[in-house]
């Protein structure tokens, strides 16, 4: 376990059979009453839950700290929160007339879905159990071994103290129960202490890379792959080595087949249980995705639910709400704000913040294992000079290699269709220190400068002839027959109304539905793809000491597609926040006369 992870679980109070019997930190800025508060229990309706058919992950965090708080970070738990999910959702439904109805929300929402929430429900509407997505019971409460893409796995309904599915058969759970009172367990409704599943049922399919299938190779409607996560794995170097993909996103190191952690299978009331040296899987699912939310909606942290996802949306918490410096200033009217009913107390805001930096410091947490996945999938070669050495006024030609050095995936790998961006950013800067040659540079808005920028389009930055970009396009067929870049599949009517056009073919005879196809571009694992430049002699205008910078840069979402789906400013802002630069390189090199 990394030591800053180890730091983060230590202040939350679940690091260790000692610190799980402290509840929460001591932090002298707060005062008593936000202590105690703080130490009250974390969510209003734990008793409910107890009788609840889709026991909440707040309960199995009582004997599993740690794994929650991976969890709490996880792309899993994000599932149903994020923003950008719900507006490319709703987008595309509006573009099929409904007809792809619950198909997206299934996988992001399942027990929501199975308990027959509407799939337009607002999140702030759905029950507690629907805003936590992929949780604990969606994998281990599933009831069979499906193995198909596109799935809608059922899962079984019972209380907490119902057995769950897992790896093994539940080691230590006899010992908890011959001693219950020992260790503080309730068995039923009825009991006081931690409830408690009374047994486990070996569940192989959950340890093995098909159990990802259903939710990680999706087609939609009208039959384009917008996930191609399993096939790409299926065909890969790491398959025929049997590496799973639980071995590389669920080890000890992000996406390295590098083994496993070892930690006690549970610690119940600070009682460590089992062998201290067991196979830990890590919950937070490695993976290069990252959220946009809200941080005192996500992570998913129990004390947070003490506000309403809607309070928590007019907090601002970018403005320092909260902070002690900004409430000291507020109070000597060096800042004013306007408060809505729910933050007008100090004490909330500062209560709030509290639980609001928790979240900050998991997300900078997660953002390393974002850096470090990346990093450790790939690496960047060059410069390379092919046409002996620089000299003033030839044309200067250099390449960079991009490797994928991943045996499971391309480079992107094949999730959320066209989205997924990494690209090459390149600058030659001369003995003055002045940029005479970029590209892979980005518009107004964070674009890169190709055909679907705003501002190369208005003309104030010209189009980037030289863009190294891996990222995979849609492709569809214009009336007249030419082959166009588009957001999504959707084909374009005589009229310019954008729609989902149903094919006529079956889109198995010919591996594509008609008139969509996907261009792929991103590297196969282990293999690599030159980028090739070429700055004209004319910029080569003295001898002396050049130097070249190289960066591969990383994003989820373009920012024109988010505008496509009507994205909001923050949501955009947060998007670029979180676009991380992978193998920064400069070179120095001489330039003869």
């Given at each position: 376990?990394?030591?800053?992870?180890?730091?983060?679980?230590?202040?939350?109070?679940?690091?260790?059979?000692?610190?799980?019997?402290?509840?929460?930190?001591?932090?002298?800025?707060?005062?008593?009453?936000?202590?105690?508060?703080?130490?009250?229990?974390?969510?209003?309706?734990?008793?409910?839950?107890?009788?609840?058919?889709?026991?909440?992950?707040?309960?199995?965090?009582?004997?599993?700290?740690?794994?929650?708080?991976?969890?709490?970070?996880?792309?899993?738990?994000?599932?149903?929160?994020?923003?950008?999910?719900?507006?490319?959702?709703?987008?595309?439904?509006?573009?099929?007339?409904?007809?792809?109805?619950?198909?997206?929300?299934?996988?992001?929402?399942?027990?929501?879905?199975?308990?027959?929430?509407?799939?337009?429900?607002?999140?702030?509407?759905?029950?507690?159990?629907?805003?936590?997505?992929?949780?604990?019971?969606?994998?281990?409460?599933?009831?069979?071994?499906?193995?198909?893409?596109?799935?809608?796995?059922?899962?079984?309904?019972?209380?907490?103290?119902?057995?769950?599915?897992?790896?093994?058969?539940?080691?230590?759970?006899?010992?908890?129960?011959?001693?219950?009172?020992?260790?503080?367990?309730?068995?039923?409704?009825?009991?006081?202490?931690?409830?408690?599943?009374?047994?486990?049922?070996?569940?192989?399919?959950?340890?093995?890379?098909?159990?990802?299938?259903?939710?990680?190779?999706?087609?939609?409607h009208p039959g384009i792959k917008l996930e191609v996560v399993w096939e790409q794995y299926r065909a890969s170097p790491a398959a025929e080595k049997g590496i799973t993909c639980q071995d590389c996103h669920m080890g000890k190191d992000p996406g390295l087949h590098n083994g496993y952690e070892t930690w006690p299978v549970a610690i119940v009331n600070g009682r460590p249980v089992g062998d201290p040296n067991r196979k830990h899987s890590n919950h937070a699912f490695f993976?290069?995705?990252?959220?946009?939310?809200?941080?005192?909606?996500?992570?998913?942290?129990?004390?947070?639910?003490?506000?309403?996802?809607?309070?928590?949306?007019?907090?601002?918490?970018?403005?320092?709400?909260?902070?002690?410096?900004?409430?000291?200033?507020?109070?000597?009217?060096?800042?004013?704000?306007?408060?809505?009913?729910?933050?007008?107390?100090?004490?909330?805001?500062?209560?709030?913040?509290?639980?609001?930096?928790?979240?900050?410091?998991?997300?900078?947490?997660?953002?390393?294992?974002?850096?470090?996945?990346?990093?450790?999938?790939?690496?960047?070669?060059?410069?390379?000079?092919?046409?002996?050495?620089?000299?003033?006024?030839?044309?200067?030609?250099?390449?960079?290699?991009?490797?994928?050095?991943?045996?499971?995936?391309?480079?992107?790998?094949?999730?959320?269709?066209?989205?997924?961006?990494?690209?090459?950013?390149?600058?030659?800067?001369?003995?003055?220190?002045?940029?005479?040659?970029?590209?892979?540079?980005?518009?107004?808005?964070?674009?890169?400068?190709?055909?679907?920028?705003?501002?190369?389009?208005?003309?104030?930055?010209?189009?980037?002839?030289?863009?190294?970009?891996?990222?995979?396009?849609?492709?569809?067929?214009?009336?007249?027959?030419?082959?166009?870049?588009?957001?999504?599949?959707?084909?374009?009517?005589?009229?310019?109304?954008?729609?989902?056009?149903?094919?006529?073919?079956?889109?198995?005879?010919?591996?594509?539905?008609?008139?969509?196809?996907?261009?792929?571009?991103?590297?196969?694992?282990?293999?690599?793809?030159?980028?090739?430049?070429?700055?004209?002699?004319?910029?080569?205008?003295?001898?002396?000491?050049?130097?070249?910078?190289?960066?591969?840069?990383?994003?989820?979402?373009?920012?024109?597609?988010?505008?496509?789906?009507?994205?909001?400013?923050?949501?955009?802002?947060?998007?670029?926040?979180?676009?991380?630069?992978?193998?920064?390189?400069?070179?120095?090199?001489?330039?003869?006369?």
């Amino acid at each position: 376990m990394r030591p800053l992870l180890f730091a983060a679980l230590a202040l939350l109070g679940f690091a260790g059979a000692a610190a799980a019997q402290a509840e929460t930190p001591t932090d002298s800025t707060l005062s008593v009453a936000q202590r105690s508060e703080l130490r009250a229990p974390a969510d209003p309706h734990a008793a409910v839950f107890k009788e609840s058919e889709f026991p909440s992950a707040v309960q199995c965090a009582e004997c599993h700290q740690k794994i929650f708080w991976q969890w709490a970070s996880s792309n899993h738990a994000y599932a149903s929160i994020s923003p950008m999910f719900h507006r490319f959702e709703q987008r595309l439904n509006e573009l099929a007339s409904g007809t792809i109805n619950t198909f997206c929300v299934r996988c992001h929402q399942q027990i929501g879905t199975q308990l027959a929430e509407p799939r337009e429900q607002p999140l702030w509407e759905r029950s507690q159990i629907a805003r936590e997505g992929i949780t604990c019971v969606t994998c281990h409460r599933a009831a069979a071994q499906f193995g198909k893409v596109n799935g809608e796995r059922h899962i079984t309904p019972g209380t907490i103290y119902e057995p769950m599915k897992g790896a093994g058969n539940g080691p230590g759970i006899a010992t908890v129960l011959e001693d219950a009172d020992r260790y503080g367990v309730a068995t039923g409704p009825q009991d006081s202490g931690s409830p408690m599943h009374l047994g486990a049922i070996e569940f192989d399919q959950i340890s093995k890379s098909e159990f990802c299938v259903s939710c990680h190779q999706v087609a939609v409607h009208p039959g384009i792959k917008l996930e191609v996560v399993w096939e790409q794995y299926r065909a890969s170097p790491a398959a025929e080595k049997g590496i799973t993909c639980q071995d590389c996103h669920m080890g000890k190191d992000p996406g390295l087949h590098n083994g496993y952690e070892t930690w006690p299978v549970a610690i119940v009331n600070g009682r460590p249980v089992g062998d201290p040296n067991r196979k830990h899987s890590n919950h937070a699912f490695f993976g290069p995705g990252y959220p946009i939310a809200h941080p005192g909606i996500f992570p998913f942290n129990p004390r947070a639910l003490n506000w309403s996802i809607t309070e928590w949306l007019r907090f601002d918490w970018r403005a320092g709400w909260g902070s002690p410096d900004w409430e000291d200033r507020l109070a000597r009217g060096d800042v004013s704000a306007e408060f809505p009913d729910v933050w007008r107390e100090r004490q909330e805001r500062e209560t709030a913040r509290y639980v609001l930096d928790q979240n900050l410091r998991l997300l900078e947490l997660k953002r390393q294992d974002r850096i470090a996945v990346m990093e450790n999938s790939s690496r960047l070669d060059g410069p390379f000079f092919d046409d002996g050495g620089p000299k003033v006024g030839r044309d200067l030609n250099f390449r960079f290699r991009v490797n994928n050095i991943d045996e499971g995936h391309n480079l992107p790998s094949g999730s959320l269709g066209a989205q997924p961006e990494i690209w090459l950013n390149v600058a030659l800067i001369d003995p003055d220190g002045k940029t005479v040659f970029e590209s892979g540079y980005v518009d107004s808005i964070g674009d890169m400068a190709d055909i679907h920028s705003t501002d190369v389009a208005a003309g104030t930055i010209k189009h980037d002839d030289q863009l190294f970009n891996l990222q995979t396009k849609f492709l569809v067929t214009s009336v007249k027959g030419p082959d166009r870049e588009m957001y999504l599949p959707v084909n374009f009517d005589i009229d310019q109304i954008p729609h989902i056009r149903p094919s006529g073919v079956p889109s198995s005879v010919l591996n594509h539905p008609p008139f969509i196809r996907m261009e792929g571009r991103s590297i196969p694992p282990l293999g690599f793809k030159d980028a090739e430049y070429k700055v004209p002699g004319e910029l080569i205008d003295r001898p002396g000491t050049w130097r070249i910078q190289g960066r591969l840069r990383s994003r989820a979402e373009p920012m024109y597609f988010m505008r496509f789906v009507l994205a909001t400013e923050e949501m955009e802002r947060t998007m670029n926040e979180w676009m991380i630069d992978i193998h920064p390189v400069a070179v120095e090199f001489e330039v003869t006369e």
